[in-house]
């Protein structure tokens, strides 16, 4: 931590410490930005989770002097192993091609002060001109606000000590910060900061913006109607065997 010393250095250590957490799989490409954006905040660690990159992943994180954990490869598995190490009490789980915005670190701590508030995510905002990807924006963020629905792209954040009370993240192949947020919301109220976190296209335009936002649907209407994660995860991904 910068400046420990003085008015400074006393005022940040009172601040609650930040833990960001960044699961990660062969992400050499954007994670080197996404590190970039961890480094505007105070009282910040920043660990990469990662699960097994055969690029140069885990060297990167390594030279932005973020930990490194080598953890099995799984979303839920990496983020919770991620939180059992992280020594904030403060947790922020972030994608690796997603960017903080400014003043991250301060708009945190404000959110979870607020009234009744337990955890909070960012307004999101998609990296591409695509005027189809500007309805997608809308579309989650009408849902976050009004439904209290954010998803794991918008850097959800809550205090340690809540997550590890509600049992982390459920190990699913998918569908986890889904039913996180759900466990959250019967909880309290989910704050959804203004400033936008940015976040890659890619997903989005590898197999087309409306397809994409079609097969979201069906795996959250599958999930809400018992069908097992397991089976979801192997439709969504191409590996439904006969």
């Given at each position: ?42 009282n910040v ?10 690029d140069d ?133 989910i704050v ?51």
């Amino acid at each position: 931590m910068r400046g420990d010393k003085g008015e400074g250095g006393d005022k940040r250590d009172k601040e609650e410490r930040i833990s960001i957490i960044i699961p990660a799989v062969n992400e050499a490409r954007p994670i080197e930005k996404t590190l970039a954006s961890t480094q505007t905040g105070t009282n910040v660690e920043v660990i990469v989770a990662d699960g097994g990159s055969q690029d140069d992943t885990v060297a990167i994180a390594s030279g932005w002097g973020a930990k490194v954990l080598s953890i099995p490869k799984g979303r839920a598995k990496q983020m919770n192993l991620g939180a059992a190490a992280a020594t904030g009490e403060i947790l922020l789980f972030l994608h690796a091609d997603t960017l903080l915005p400014l003043g991250f670190d301060v708009m945190v701590r404000a959110a979870l002060v607020k009234p009744h508030a337990i955890a909070g995510a960012f307004r999101l905002q998609i990296d591409s001109p695509l005027s189809s990807l500007r309805l997608i924006e809308w579309g989650v963020n009408w849902r976050s606000r009004l439904l209290q629905m954010p998803y794991g792209d918008q850097a959800i954040f809550l205090r340690s000590s809540l997550f590890h009370q509600l049992g982390q993240f459920p190990d699913l192949p998918m569908m986890e910060d889904f039913e996180l947020v759900r466990r959250l919301k019967c909880n309290g109220r989910i704050v959804i900061v203004p400033a936008p976190v940015i976040t890659s296209p890619r997903r989005w335009l590898k197999q087309g913006v409306c397809q994409t936002t079609l097969k979201n649907q069906i795996a959250i209407i599958a999930y809400l109607l018992g069908v097992s994660p397991k089976k979801i995860a192997a439709w969504y991904r191409g590996k439904v065997s006969s």
